[in-house]
T-cell receptor, first 112, second 113 residues
Framework: ETGVTQTPRHLVMGMTNKKSLKCEQH?????MYWYKQSAKKPLELMFV???????ENNSVPSRFSPECPNSSHLFLHLHTLQPEDSALYLC???????????FGSGTRLTVV | AQRVTQPEKLLSVFKGAPVELKCNYS??????LFWYVQYSRQRLQLLLR??SRESIKGFTADLNKGETSFHLKKPFAQEEDSAMYYC???????????????FGPGTSLSVIP
């Protein structure tokens, strides 16, 4: 698949579980992003990576741990989440600023 | 503070009628603005960029710095325009060639046949 691919599409996890979300892009972009989309809030930026370096952490709790091993892959490691962390987690990538982002389809996370 | 507001959560218009989706921003620098659209069961996608001054699917948006607005307009709405529309502000990240994008809350547009 071309573009930005996120797996899994859906995830249900308990509060004591550890899981990871994966994002992969085949566009040759150098920046990748994690956003959180909750039901009643605007899209919230979580993390920004460019050239594998984290350049922005938008005051995200430590129970969310990002990893960017190379410019094509981005992970979000989850542990001891809370029910209020249930949301759609979107990954995006971009080449340079002003060009806009390409988004993945998202992972729908439910914490029980 | 950097912020994007979209005053209408829901907007309904009849097919063939003009449509305007409002967007206001707050930013001390020179703004770079975008509109994104999310059709039902599809991913969020870029609709148009302020810098390109383009018209996509009949939509246009003009930046008004005096009113700090970037409203999205289309003269004749079509049923396939029904979707969620997000206005977004790009803020450059210091010492990089990249940005972070701040999204508004979105407006759900419904075009009535």
């Amino acid at each position: 698949e071309t573009g930005v691919t996120q797996t899994p599409r859906h995830l249900v996890m308990g509060m004591t579980n550890k899981k990871s979300l994966k994002c992969e892009q085949h566009l040759g972009h150098n920046a990748m992003y994690w956003y959180k989309q909750s039901a009643k809030k605007p899209l919230e930026l979580m993390f920004v990576y460019n050239f594998k370096e984290q350049t922005e952490n938008n005051s995200v709790p430590s129970r969310f741990s990002p990893e960017c091993p190379n410019s094509s892959h981005l992970f979000l490691h989850l542990h001891t989440l809370q029910p209020e962390d249930s949301a759609l987690y979107l990954c995006a990538s971009s080449q340079v600023w002003r060009n806009g982002y390409t988004f993945g389809s998202g992972t729908r996370l439910t914490v029980v | 503070a950097q912020r994007v507001t979209q005053p209408e959560k829901l907007l309904s218009v009849f097919k063939g009628a003009p449509v305007e989706l409002k967007c206001n921003y707050s930013y001390s620098g020179s703004p770079e603005l975008f509109w994104y659209v999310q059709y039902s069961r599809q991913r969020l996608q870029l609709l148009l960029r302020h810098i390109s001054r383009e018209s996509i699917k009949g939509f246009t948006a003009d930046l008004n710095k005096g009113e700090t607005s970037f409203h999205l307009k289309k003269p004749f709405a079509q049923e396939e325009d029904s979707a969620m529309y997000y206005c977004a502000l790009s803020v450059p990240l210091m010492k990089t060639s990249y940005d972070k994008v701040i999204f508004g809350p979105g407006t759900s547009l419904s075009v009535i046949p």
